[in-house]
C-alpha cells in the first residue's frame, strides 16, 4: 500500500478532502471517519490579491493611449469612425433583476455608446 502524502486540509490516512474546522475543535474525515484535530489544517494559508486598476497607472508609465482606455479591448465596430476596436466597462445601474448597462468607449476617437444587456 502506497503512504499517503500529508497535505494541509487532507485526510492524512486516504487522502480524502477533509471538511472546514469551522468553531469545532476535530474534524472527521467523510471517508474514512478518522477523527482529526486542528493541526490537520497547519500550513494551510490564503492569500488573495484582488486589483482594481493598473498597478503603475497614475506614475505616467503607461502609453499615452493606454492609460485612457476604460476597460478591456474587444472587437467592435465605433458607429462614428468605424474603428474595429472600442474598450468596454458595465455597471448595474438598474434593479438586481435586470441585465447590466454596458459602457463602450472607442479606443480610436474616444466615442461613447451604452447598452442594456
Not at 500500500?1 to 486516504?14: L, Q, T
Not at 493541526?39 to 498597478?55: A, C, D, K, R, T
Not at 503607461?62 to 485612457?68: A, D, I, T, V
Amino acid at each position: 500500500m502506497e503512504s499517503i502524502v500529508n497535505e494541509p486540509g487532507f485526510c492524512p490516512k486516504c487522502g480524502t478532502i477533509l471538511p472546514v474546522l469551522g468553531a469545532r475543535s476535530s474534524v472527521n474525515c467523510y471517508n474514512c471517519k478518522q477523527n482529526f484535530g486542528a493541526e490537520v489544517f497547519s500550513g494551510l494559508e490564503f492569500h488573495y490579491v484582488i486589483q482594481f486598476n493598473y498597478p503603475d497607472m497614475y506614475d505616467g508609465s503607461l502609453k499615452k493611449n493606454e492609460s485612457s482606455l476604460e476597460g478591456p479591448v474587444l472587437e467592435r465596430r465605433c458607429p462614428k469612425c468605424n474603428n474595429d476596436k472600442m474598450s468596454y466597462t458595465t455597471l448595474q445601474l438598474r434593479s438586481a433583476d435586470e441585465g447590466q448597462t454596458i459602457f463602450y468607449t472607442c479606443t480610436k476617437c474616444k466615442f461613447k455608446e451604452t447598452e442594456n444587456s
